[in-house]
């Protein structure tokens, strides 16, 4: 629920783009058609996915997307060009054995034990085989077996996500989690399956910021922030199916600080203590409103020099 006030508030931002866009219909010259876009299941069910598939970017030269960040302060962004966030996968494993009484372990084929070996030998594949200039992540974040004290059980399920920035480093990572997986559990003896589900969860792409759009948001963001309000951030291994959309057309995605020192500390959005600050409203708004219309006036005038006549619609 915490994580979704964040998204809300970035879709109210949009929705408040809209309005402004409309109201500045006239002024802009009719130079070409906005496309809203607000995106449903992005917390791993990949709802770009989905509206990409149904046609959503259909006649869409680009696309612009925002999140709120309690990173930065309040009338700050954060963006860079190339890769802003990796891509990545999850993945569950069902390691089975041999359930019986925990006085008498060499009667059971322990699953539990399994698992956990494996938990570890996925973590040698971060820090003996990937290269550190390459950043990759591998993490357990599911263990589910057992029920009482004294009982090995027949079966546990663990899962998690794997992450990475190339998409060599992706295919290799995943198939390496299938092998490592299946073989420490024979080495105890035990049988695993490895299972991805990308049908209801798909494997996002690393999230990509277009160059040249991202000239375009320097040009923007100057004008309406001043250059000291921009702030090139680092790659972070955090994912988004924005991804999709930027991988279909180019695309460019940035944060919008929400920090207010005098209303206290700002928690993450995974935080249950997550506040929504309301005073970005105003810059997210007008900033997301102001790139687009900038982007449609400079395309339309590239089209009037090149063919001397454009008739679009707002």
Avoid at 54 to 65: K, P, R, Y
Avoid at 201 to 218: A, E, S
Avoid at 270 to 296: C, M
């Amino acid at each position: 629920m915490n994580h979704l006030n964040g998204v809300f508030l970035s879709y109210f931002l949009d929705f408040q783009a809209s309005i402004w866009i409309m109201q500045r219909e006239d002024h802009c010259g009719r130079t070409g058609t906005v496309v809203l876009v607000f995106q449903p299941a992005e917390e791993g069910g990949g709802g770009a996915k989905k509206m990409l598939d149904v046609g959503i970017l259909e006649n869409v030269e680009a696309i612009f997307g925002l999140h709120v960040s309690s990173s930065y302060p309040v009338g700050m962004v954060a963006t860079r060009p190339g890769p802003i966030m990796a891509g990545s996968g999850l993945f569950d494993a069902v390691i089975t054995g041999k359930g019986g009484h925990a006085a008498i372990p060499q009667n059971t084929l322990d699953p539990i034990l399994a698992a956990s070996n494996i938990i570890v030998s996925l973590q040698h594949l971060i820090s003996r085989e990937a290269d550190p200039l390459d950043s990759q992540v591998v993490t357990v974040t599911k263990f589910q077996g057992g029920g009482a004290f004294n009982v090995i059980p027949n079966a546990v399920t663990i899962g998690g996500t794997f992450r990475a920035f190339s998409k060599e480093s992706f295919i290799q990572l995943k198939q390496r989690i299938e092998e490592v997986i299946t073989l420490q559990a024979s080495v105890q003896r035990c049988n695993a399956t490895v299972i991805f589900n990308t049908n209801e969860k798909p494997f996002y792409p690393v999230t990509m910021n277009n160059v040249d759009l991202h000239g375009h948001f320097l040009e923007v963001a100057r004008n309406m922030l001043g250059g000291k309000n921009i702030i090139e951030m680092q790659p972070i291994m955090g994912a988004e199916d924005f991804s999709f959309f930027a991988e279909a057309i180019p695309g460019y995605f940035y944060y919008i600080g929400m920090i207010n020192e005098t209303r206290g500390q700002m928690e993450p959005g995974h935080s249950p203590y997550f506040k929504v600050n309301e005073d970005i409203l105003p810059y997210g708004a007008a900033l997301h409103a102001s790139l687009a219309v900038t982007y449609l006036l400079e395309y339309h005038s590239q089209l009037t020099t090149q063919k001397g006549s454009c008739h679009d619609e707002l």
